[in-house]
Every structure is written in structure tokens, then in C-alpha cells.
């Protein structure tokens, strides 16, 4: 059956998406050998597998046998949500045709800006049986606790042998034209931050966050789940019958709940994982996304002193690891990026209000432009000198290459910013109104008892990374942004009518 293929084949794909860096890497310098960038025919394997499940889900709507009807209602219907996206589609392609017309920077950009949100589009017009839910949730959970565990065990692995899996010998940076760096250290110190089989600490961050959703969903259900087999078991002893066994049973659209066990060994993995990254991007998002999921399972007069002892503990917990390890907090040049970025964008975006063009900004940007470091003006540049090809900043002053300008990317540090740099004030406006519609529509299927556990997940994993998004470049992981918009899709079908034969 077209259906169940297509939706194992989107199994296999948001299971081997966190793996992606690592097998490329690999796979690149088995081929290749040591000292070469991921080779294009390996890297491109995730957007050809998206590319044939969306062709799948295509074909599926023309060839039912009410395809008329399908037709009508699935891909003619439209809602608000639907009306942003094309909006969007299409300034993209009018911008970009006015800014610089430049189609393989433009395709780039389209490949990080639209690709997930298109399979979206498409995936909310096919149906996804309750099998896939279940099976999705067992998926994230187990390969979340994979990931996870291998990325606490590269703490304590040599150099060496990250460079003898093909990694670069460099750390903390990125060479569009050479191998992946085996881990970023946090500024001014030798402290290694976590990045797992994944790119970076940040994109592992912000993945880490769809099954640290998943669990707070799952704890919820684990709970009643206890509660209703305290109930079956004390009506069976009222009523003489047998006592029913003790196994999980389906609760709120979950069909088996894991045990506590499992769930406490995934949650410390996770958590773990989550901290060592040092991403604070997503240690924001996770205490965010505890507080939504908290307010809303206790009650309204509890609420207050929950959410004030809460955050008395998060302060003080924040002053005393940040007096200890003042560094992992206040990174300067990171923070200081992080204030500015933002700023030239705004100043990009009142020089540009019709925007710049698609790929002209963010990772697109990066793939098309030099390695660049900016130091403080009073730093020693003399460590780079082992790197020639690297272009160092003292303050704004170039002293690395000589020979020529560098060009180098333009990152705002803030994915609404960057949408907006390209595609204009209007886009920005649209991607920004595209979000929040998202965002409430997924609050109201939390009170639809038939998609509320999957439409939780989501809600939670989508707003941690929509509050990231301020000061990252959070959509750009394919892990990240092709697995939640899948997940937006199954939880937010266009309702189709029922047809008779």
C-alpha cells in the first residue's frame, strides 16, 4: 500500500536525520580520504529522500479512486496557515528575481528557508494512520537516547580519534571547503561542547528539544496511565473479578506508555546532553518549554508559587554556576555577536525594505563565503597563522589574508531577521504571522482528545525552537526543521470529508 510505504520511508528519514554529520563524514572519508568537505553526492541523501516521499504523497492524492473529491477538498482547500506559506513562496521568488538573480544562491536559500516548509504544505494533505504516530514516538525516543549517549561518551574521547572518523583537526570553526570540525570548545577556555553525530552544539541543542518534548508529553501520560490501572484494578477487587496485569495501556492517543524507568534513563540523557552542549539558546528554549507544560497541568491557584519557587530556584542555580564557571556564561565575543548581528540586520533590512534576495543571509550566506574570525582589537592573532586560507578581524581591521578582501557571511544570529534581510520588512512580517498562527492553532488541538498528545509534542518542541530562533539561526539544521514541520503536518491535517464508494 502507497500509504504505509511512504510513511516508513518517513520513519527511516527522521531516524537517520541526527546522523546525517557523522555518516557523511564518514562515508566522505572512506571515499575520499582524510582532509576533504563532505562530498555533495553523499551530502544531498536527506533532501532526496524528502524529495521522494513528498513525490509519494503527491501521486497519492491523483491516484485514489476519489481523487476528484481528494482533489477538491485536500489540495484546493486552504486555510490561513496554508495562505502564508504561498505568500511567502512567492515574495521568495519575487525578491529574489529584483535583488540579485543569482538561482544557485537563490536555490540555497530556498533549501533552507522553504524545503521543510513545502513538505509541510504537502504533508498536510495526506493521511497519517495512527501506527505512524505511535511508531514516531517510539523512533524520536529511542534515537534521541542514542544520540544522546553517544554525545556524553565523545567527552572523553581522544582527538584522534575523531580525525580518524574524518573530522578536520580544527576545532570551533567552519571551512566550507574542508571536513566538519569534531567539536567546538566554549570561548576562552578548553572546555569541549557537545555536538554528538550532529554539525554543531547548537543544532544538537535545539534537536535534543523534540524528544525533551516528547518526554514532558509522556510523563503527563505515564501519570494517568498509573492512575487508570489503580482504577481497573480497585473495580476488579470490588467486583471480585481478576486483577488486569500491570502493562501500559493507551492513553490519550498513546498506545503504550514507557515505563517510568525508561522515561527516567531518557530524561537523563537528554538533560545531560542538553547541559554539556552548552547551547543557552536551548537551555532557554527547555525552561521555557517546562514552564508552558507545568502551567498548564497545575492548578490556577497553585500556579503563582509554582512559578515563583520555580524561578527562584533557576536564579539562584544561575548565580551559583555562573560564579563557578563564569566563562561558560559570558562569552564575549559570542554574546557581543550575538547583540550586533541582530543590529546590522535591522540596519540591512531599513537599507533593503524589498529584502536582498533568497541566500543572501544566514546559512545559505555561509556556504557561499570565507571563514571569518573576529577578535577584539588588544587579541594576539598569531594562532591563526597555522591556517592561512582563515580570515582573522582584529575589531574590523583585516589581518588575515593580506592578498585580497574577504568576503565573508552575513549572519544576524536571529532566523526572523534573516528572513527579513531577504525577503524584505513584508517577509518578516509574513514569517513572524506564520509562526504565531502555528503556534495557536497547535494550543487548540491540545483540546482535541484525538491528535492532543501529538499536537503537545509539537506545540511544546515548536515554541522552544520559535524562542531560539531570537538569537539563532534555529531552522537551518535539516534534523531539526524537517522533523518538527513533518510533526506540524500530522498534527494539523486539512480535514477531509468523508466519501462514500
Known amino acids: 500500500m502507497l500509504q504505509t510505504f511512504r510513511e516508513r520511508l518517513t520513519l527511516v528519514l527522521l531516524a537517520l536525520l541526527p546522523f546525517h554529520a557523522f555518516l557523511v563524514t564518514v562515508s566522505t572519508k572512506l571515499i575520499a580520504g582524510k582532509g576533504h568537505a563532505p562530498l555533495a553526492v553523499l551530502a544531498v541523501w536527506k533532501e532526496g529522500l524528502l524529495g521522494v516521499i513528498l513525490l509519494l504523497m503527491v501521486v497519492e492524492l491523483f491516484t485514489s479512486r476519489e481523487r476528484v473529491l481528494r482533489i477538491s477538498y485536500s489540495v484546493l482547500r486552504t486555510d490561513a496557515i496554508d495562505v502564508l506559506v504561498l505568500f511567502l513562496l512567492l515574495l521568495g521568488a519575487v525578491v529574489t528575481v529584483f535583488a540579485h538573480g543569482d538561482w544557485k544562491l537563490a536555490a540555497l536559500g530556498f533549501k533552507y528557508d522553504f524545503l521543510p516548509i513545502v ?32 554525545g556524553i561518551l565523545t567527552v572523553f574521547l581522544p582527538t584522534a580519534f575523531f580525525q580518524w572518523l574524518g573530522y578536520g583537526p580544527a576545532h570551533s570553526l567552519y571551512f566550507a571547503a574542508g571536513p566538519l570540525a569534531a567539536f567546538q570548545q566554549v570561548s576562552e577556555t578548553a572546555l569541549r561542547r557537545v555536538q554528538s553525530t550532529m554539525s554543531g552544539p547548537n543544532q544538537l541543542g535545539l534537536w535534543m528539544l523534540i524528544p525533551f518534548a516528547l518526554l514532558l508529553s509522556l510523563v503527563r501520560a505515564t501519570r494517568e496511565s498509573s492512575k487508570e490501572k489503580r482504577s481497573l484494578r480497585l473495580a476488579a477487587l470490588a467486583q471480585g473479578r481478576p486483577l488486569p496485569p500491570l502493562v501500559p495501556s493507551a492513553v490519550e492517543g498513546w498506545r503504550a506508555v514507557p515505563s517510568r524507568w525508561l522515561l527516567v534513563v531518557c530524561m537523563f540523557l537528554i538533560v545531560t546532553v542538553l547541559f554539556l552542549s552548552f547551547s543557552r539558546s536551548a537551555w532557554i528554549a527547555a525552561v521555557v518549554m517546562v514552564f508552558v507544560k507545568v502551567s498548564g497541568s497545575v492548578p490556577r491557584h497553585l500556579l503563582k508559587r509554582a512559578m515563583l519557587g520555580g524561578a527562584l530556584i533557576v536564579m539562584f542555580l544561575t548565580v ?100 527579513g534581510v531577504e525577503m524584505g520588512v513584508v517577509g518578516f512580517i509574513l514569517f513572524v504571522a506564520l509562526t504565531v498562527f502555528l503556534l495557536l492553532r497547535l494550543a487548540r488541538e491540545l483540546k482535541n482528545s484525538g491528535t492532543r498528545e501529538l499536537a503537545s509534542v509539537v506545540f511544546l518542541a515548536f515554541l522552544g525552537i520559535s524562542i531560539a530562533a531570537l538569537v539563532l539561526h534555529s531552522w537551518e539544521d535539516s534534523a531539526v526543521a524537517v522533523t518538527v514541520w513533518l510533526l506540524a503536518a500530522v498534527a494539523l491535517p486539512l480535514v477531509q470529508p468523508k466519501i462514500t464508494p
Open 119 to 150: 513538505g509541510f504544505f504537502i504533508a498536510r494533505r495526506v493521511e497519517w494512520s495512527q501506527r505512524f504516530q505511535h511508531a514516531v514516538v517510539n523512533v524520536l525516543l529511542a534515537v534521541g537516547a542514542l544520540v544522546a549517549a553517544y
Open 320 to 419: 551559583i554556576v555562573t560564579l563557578l564557571f563564569p566563562s561558560v556564561f559570558f562569552r564575549l565575543s559570542s554574546s557581543r555577536g550575538h547583540l550586533v548581528r541582530p543590529l546590522q540586520a535591522i540596519g540591512r533590512m531599513i537599507s533593503h525594505p524589498l529584502g536582498m534576495g533568497l541566500g543572501s543571509a544566514g546559512p545559505a550566506s555561509n556556504r557561499v563565503s570565507e571563514t571569518c574570525v573576529f577578535l577584539r582589537p588588544q587579541d594576539d592573532p598569531g594562532w591563526a597563522k597555522t591556517t592561512p586560507t582563515l580570515c582573522v578581524f582584529l575589531g574590523t581591521t583585516q589581518v588575515q589574508p593580506l592578498d585580497h578582501v574577504c568576503r565573508c557571511p552575513f549572519l544576524p544570529e536571529n532566523w526572523y531577521l534573516q528572513i
